[in-house]
């Protein structure tokens, strides 16, 4: 007769997993800001940082309890950017600062991609983890979509950091003189990546703003797409600025501001006399006509440089003027004067350097193009 035989085993009671994702840094959503055009946080400086975490109890003891996220098995990362009906493909790096996203050797994965308000960060997470004892396989899976939010708060304005008018006096030199102009959001300036600028200046011809144009406007030496403009002052006669600015995100959001700028002498007086000789003598052979300009600081030192001064002589309050010409100081010979001659002159304000131009509209220019400049008086001569 057969021996029956009944098998029996080792039953051992089920492990207790529990299982999380840890969030080691960074945020899982973002902020962004359209006029400053960043990331809160920005992912490439603040990466999105994530570790599995598995904890494990053995009823019996035979396994300590602890995290064993770093012993499983067939761990898969799946990440995809998710833009409208598109995917977009990301890069892994070969460290925690390279690439769009990494994973080291305990399974932590590092995000460091920044994702637009119009895009979806899909994360999977897929491990293992194998109980020898019992010979099974316990899976775990995790997902996360990271999203932006728009977070802009405008409060858009243009700060022009120079007077609404200023008055360059020609008995100073300013040379080249910088205009600086600031576009702002909330108090906060925009940088140049951010902002955008123009400056233009007024036609007086057709009554209408126009671009600067760096070969005939004289006076512009950099910066007209700028926020700083830098003019010569030397060229500046009666010149009107705009600069135009506008957040790059939102160019409807445009802000102007202007300023004129123009060539002032102030309050000025010239005067005229003899300097010897004003009562003569039979002895007399000659004399001295002099002029000079003074303003508030006094006498105006090689007014020429500044003024246009021609000087004129008569030998009675009857008769004609004859001019002496151009210049500050004449000798008058005996045989020209009377007893009751009089000396006068005309002063005229120069103007800031302009272009040399003949009758019929020619400019001069010199062998390389460049316009011939020079100063002229800002009036006629008008005389008794």
Not at 363 to 376: H, M, S, T, Y
Request: charged letters at 25%; proline letters at 4%; glycine letters at 8%.
């Amino acid at each position: 007769m057969k021996m029956k035989v009944t098998g029996g085993r080792l039953l051992h009671p089920t492990l207790s997993f529990a299982f999380s994702m840890v969030e080691l840094g960074g945020s899982k959503q973002q902020k962004y800001n359209t006029v400053l055009g960043t990331f809160v946080p920005d992912r490439t400086l603040t990466p999105y940082q994530l570790k599995p975490k598995l904890i494990v109890k053995d009823p019996e003891g035979n396994i300590p309890t602890g995290d064993y996220a770093s012993s499983m098995k067939n761990v898969v990362w799946t990440l995809r950017l998710i833009d409208g009906k598109n995917v977009v493909a990301l890069t892994k790096g070969k460290s925690a600062t390279t690439g769009d996203y990494y994973v080291d050797t305990v399974n932590a994965l590092t995000i460091r991609r920044n994702v637009s308000t119009v895009q979806l960060l899909s994360v999977d997470f897929h491990g293992e983890y194998y109980n020898a004892a019992r010979r099974e396989t316990s899976e775990f899976n995790w997902h996360k979509d990271l999203t932006t939010v728009d977070e802009t708060e405008t409060n858009i304005s243009l700060e022009l950091r120079f007077p609404s008018k200023m008055n360059f006096s020609p008995f100073k030199n300013y040379g080249k003189f910088p205009i600086e102009a600031a576009l702002m959001n909330g108090g906060v300036p925009l940088d140049k990546d951010h902002a955008g600028y123009k400056w233009q200046t007024f036609e007086t011809s057709n009554k209408s703003w126009r671009d600067i144009d760096a070969a005939s406007d004289l006076w512009y030496v950099s910066g007209k797409d700028s926020s700083q403009i830098t003019v010569d002052v030397d060229f500046i006669q009666h010149t009107v600025l705009r600069v135009l600015a506008w957040p790059k995100s939102d160019p409807t959001q445009q802000q102007g501001a202007s300023t004129l700028l123009r060539r002032w002498y102030g309050q000025w007086e010239d005067t005229y006399e003899f300097a010897y000789a004003k009562f003569l003598y039979t002895t007399t052979r000659q004399t001295k006509a002099v002029a000079k300009v003074t303003n508030r600081q006094g006498d105006i030192k090689d007014p020429q440089k500044f003024f246009d001064l021609q000087m004129f002589y008569r030998e009675n309050d009857k008769a004609e003027w004859k001019s002496l010409g151009n210049g500050t100081e004449f000798v008058i010979q005996r045989e020209l004067l009377t007893g009751e001659h009089q000396v006068g002159g005309v002063c005229r304000e120069l103007s800031a350097y302009k272009p040399i131009a003949l009758p019929d509209g020619t400019i001069l220019a010199d062998n390389e193009g460049k316009p011939i400049v020079g100063r002229f008086p800002t009036s006629e001569i008008e005389t008794e």
